[in-house]
């Protein structure tokens, strides 16, 4: 941008910050009155109040390297320390490019000659010429513009502070954990105010978090930095490519080891597929092929199910799964093709106890996620065995996983009948009095009793 077409009056309306405002008018109304030397030491009072300015709004926003500068800035104040505070402004452009990052490295350099040339302006001494240094009206219109384009006009965006923002942010009880929640939340939390280049960082931190399980402490957050990449991609989509080539990196470098994770990641991000080197994708075809069902580690892997490059092997581990691994794969992930084997063993139960125990383990971690042709199994193999109809607790248990369900999801019609015959012959309508109320509450009345069978 050319400087000398500029008009500085307009140049002032462009600056966020109202005091920040008042002390480079002082600068324009300089350079307008020829006060080339005051014009430049105004801009850099200017350019320092709005750089403190900006770790203000960031240090409210937890950045601990904004907070850490102030503490030291506003002490010295406090304590009419100069010398000190002489100190902290001659180091704050470096203090703002390397810990805050408020400054990119390229506006460091041009920040740092209206530094140098504001001292040759105001201190003598500085100079080795005899003369006082006179700054040309180009110089000194380029270095106002400098300020404002650079610092004075910008919001404070985050840095590296992101990182362990939400590290800690993750972790705790107030992170969403609704899907939708999430994006917009990663989006105005974490992606409105940082710089291009760390959201591209913070995206590959993710990716390593998924692809490697550091930092370890993320490890059971699985379900929150999915979406949390999935927000990267939606709504920084202008930074995507380059983390799309990060991550294609990371995963076409994977450790054997890791392997699994990147069939889990990629049940997330179907879209990588293609973009890996046909090696790694034979790497992990032969992972599946030759995974062991009694003997895994992640029971995660077998989201890749929903991928076809993966279906064949992993219906074929769900299938070898005992009942034991079975409820343990469903804790890890009520996936849709682990309910075939859930509601069977179910339907199989052998004692009352077994009976409570499977619906807990095997079909209640399904609840909210059920069509009404898989209600209408459940209701099926609660009335196959004496063991699931007569159990003490199957009632309860029924009832709760049936009011989980959407009004379009409900058991249909034909499976409702079925249930109530059932249970009426073995005079156990008392016992499901308010399974039935519920199944009754949309409208669906009770069927004319069946004739008993014959013996």
């Known amino acids: 941008m050319d400087s000398g077409f500029i008009d500085l009056d307009i140049l002032l309306t462009r600056i966020r910050n109202a005091q920040s405002k008042v002390y480079f008018l002082d ?15 105004s801009a850099w009072v200017a350019l320092v109040y709005d750089l403190i300015a900006k770790y203000r709004e960031l240090s409210a926003l937890g950045d601990a390297a904004a907070t850490a500068f ?35 490295r390229i506006a460091r350099t041009h920040l740092e000659r209206l530094r140098e040339d504001r001292h040759l302006c105001a201190h003598p ?39 362990d923002l939400y590290d800690v942010d993750v972790q705790s009880s107030g992170f969403p954990t ?41 490890e059971p957050l699985h379900r929150k930095i999915v979406p949390s990449l999935v927000a990267l991609r939606e709504r920084a989509a202008q930074t995507w490519p380059d983390v799309s080539h990060a991550i294609v990196a990371l995963i076409d470098n994977l450790a054997p080891e890791h392997r699994p994770r990147a069939i889990v990641f990629l049940a997330a991000f179907p879209d990588f597929w293609p973009l890996l080197l046909e090696p790694t994708r ?84 399904f609840s909210g996620r059920l069509s009404s042709q898989q209600l209408d199994q459940l ?28 009004a379009a999801d409900r058991p249909t019609p034909e499976a409702r009948n079925r249930f109530y015959q059932h249970i009426r012959r073995r005079h156990r309508v008392g016992k499901y009095e308010d399974v039935l109320a519920f199944l009754r509450s949309d409208g669906w009345a009770l069927p004319p009793p069946e004739p008993e069978p014959e013996d």
Do not use: C
């Open 27 to 41: 600068a324009v109304k300089a350079y307008k009155a020829g006060a080339l030397r005051a014009s430049m030491t």
């Open 70 to 104: 102030l503490h030291s800035w506003d002490n010295a104040t406090v304590a009419g320390d100069i010398a000190k505070l002489l100190q902290l402004e001659a180091s704050i452009l470096e203090d703002a490019t390397a810990n805050t990052q408020v400054v990119n």
């Open 125 to 163: 001494a500085f100079s080795a010429e005899a003369e006082l240094f006179e700054p040309s009206a180009e110089l000194v219109r380029l270095h106002l513009v400098n300020a404002v384009d650079l610092v004075l006009s910008r919001e404070p965006l985050q840095g590296k502070a992101i990182f």
């Open 178 to 218: 609704a899907y939708e929640r999430i994006l917009d939340y990663v989006e105005q939390r974490y992606l409105a105010r940082v710089r291009a280049q760390n959201i591209r960082n913070f995206g590959t931190v993710l990716a390593k978090s998924l692809l490697k399980g550091v930092p370890a402490q993320w």
């Open 282 to 365: 034979t790497a992990l075809q032969m992972t599946v092929e030759n995974a062991d069902p009694a003997a895994l580690a992640d029971y995660r892997i077998l989201a890749g199910v929903t991928l076809p490059h993966f279906r064949a092997g992993l219906l074929a581990v769900i299938a070898a799964l005992d009942d034991e691994h079975l409820a343990e794969a469903i804790t890890a992930q009520p996936l849709a093709d682990l309910w075939p084997r859930a509601v069977a063993s179910y339907a199989a139960s052998s004692s009352f106890r077994g009976s409570e125990a499977n619906f807990r383990d095997l079909i209640a971690p």
């Open 379 to 406: 209701l099926d193999a609660v009335i196959e065995t004496g063991q699931n109809w007569d159990a003490a607790e199957t009632d309860t248990l029924l009832l709760g996983v049936l009011r989980n369900a959407t």
